[in-house]
């Protein structure tokens, strides 16, 4: 116990990730603590400046309570927001507020009450993070909230359910469900279950059982189309529109990716990428040379493929022969077209997409 950290902190950018971790330290130092009236829980979410006061107060106020039969006492500073680069979080009494909680931290004694600290999400750049990290027993879950990190997400809840997930199966698992933390762990348990004891979760798995959350039910017909598969992607399209589906989501997916496609060709034709094992390969160094073309276009767009998913690029690219550029032109003339011409005749939608796919694939 001499060795103890005074604190335990727990943050990353999903507030879910953190609160489930933040639950297993709790119960497992609720263990070694009997009585459940030495165990606090405070509500760290504050919504202004008078909030992040009270959540404080009520923090120092559990620091000092003694517990009725002396023994050590467990506090849990919860759901704290106040850390993050909001307008709250910025505000000058919210930092003084910091400074005070940083104050209570650095003299608690953890023999006497294990402290707990859950944050989401957080803003690393500031001062009391980096003292936590170096003060206390700090833990970030699910690093910066990018691909990489929600990978990882899904690979470790595989191996907690005794199973493997394979890489594949990981990107087209991103793809489909998209950054959506709960639901992709729930996939993960699904599919667990489904895949026979001691085989792994296969891209096979994935793809037949994995809801198209990310890109909706016109995943599909996209999917059909760019593979030149003729009637995969007439089967598509009529299983869209005799559920009721409108052809605008269809005429999207299909440009975003057609875009993407543009994109990649270009980059492959200049010798400055390469579909390869991992995906599209060079991209970052690609990135680097066209830097002055996209600044400020930070937001994940086709329009950018820079702000793709190198494999995710590499797999669409896979899914049929690449097209030429002239096919891509064409393709997109085609998309145009068949808009303009869902505005002259709104009630055959389905015949002008049949119409379009047929004219697109046959060459």
């Known amino acids: 116990m001499a060795d103890a950290k005074p604190f335990t902190f727990i943050c990353g950018p999903d507030d879910f990730l953190v609160g489930r971790l933040g639950r297993e330290r709790y119960d497992e130092s609720a263990k070694e603590i009997d009585d459940e009236f030495s165990r ?25 309570t003694i517990s009725m039969f002396g023994g050590r006492r467990l506090v849990w500073l919860k759901d704290v927001n106040f850390l993050a680069d909001s307008v709250t979080g910025r505000a000058e009494s919210t930092l003084t507020q910091v400074e005070e909680l940083q104050r209570l931290l650095e003299h608690n ?14 803003d690393r750049r500031r001062a009391f993070p980096k003292w936590c990290e170096k003060q206390g027993d700090f833990a970030l879950v ?38 959506n933390t709960r639901l992709l762990i729930e996939e993960v348990r699904k599919l667990s279950a489904y ?17 198209n959350v990310a890109e909706g039910d016109f995943f599909e017909a996209a999917e059909a189309f760019f593979s030149g ?37 270009a980059l492959i034709d200049a010798g400055q990428a390469r579909l390869g094992g991992r995906g599209l390969e060079g991209l970052t160094q690609a990135a680097d040379r066209h830097a002055d073309k996209f600044v400020g276009a930070t937001a994940k767009s086709a329009y950018n493929i820079f702000t793709q998913n190198a494999w995710y690029v590499g797999k669409l690219a896979r899914t049929g022969r690449l097209p030429t550029t002239r096919r891509l032109i064409d393709n997109q003339q085609e998309l145009i077209n068949a808009f303009a011409e869902i505005i002259k005749r709104p009630h055959e939608q389905e015949d002008v997409l049949r119409d379009m796919a047929v004219r697109c694939l046959a060459k």
């Open 142 to 179: 699910g690093g910066d909230g990018d691909a990489s990190a929600l990978a990882s997400v899904l690979t470790v809840e595989a191996k907690r359910l005794d199973t493997v997930i394979e890489p594949d199966a990981v990107q087209l698992m991103l793809t489909k469900i998209g950054a």
């Open 195 to 211: 895949v026979d004891e001691g085989q792994p979760i296969t891209e096979a798995a994935v793809a037949e059982l994995t809801p």
């Open 40 to 64: 606090e829980t405070i509500s760290g979410y504050a919504a202004n400046v008078a909030e992040v006061t009270t959540a404080i107060n009520q923090f120092r106020e559990a620091l000092q």
């Open 109 to 122: 004694d953890p023999a006497h009450v294990a402290v707990l600290i859950t944050a989401s999400p957080i």
């Open 229 to 265: 598969d003729i009637k995969w992607t007439l089967a598509a399209l009529h299983r869209h529109f005799f559920t009721g589906g409108d052809a605008r989501p269809i005429i999207s997916a299909l440009q975003n990716r057609n875009r993407i496609l543009l994109q990649v060709r």
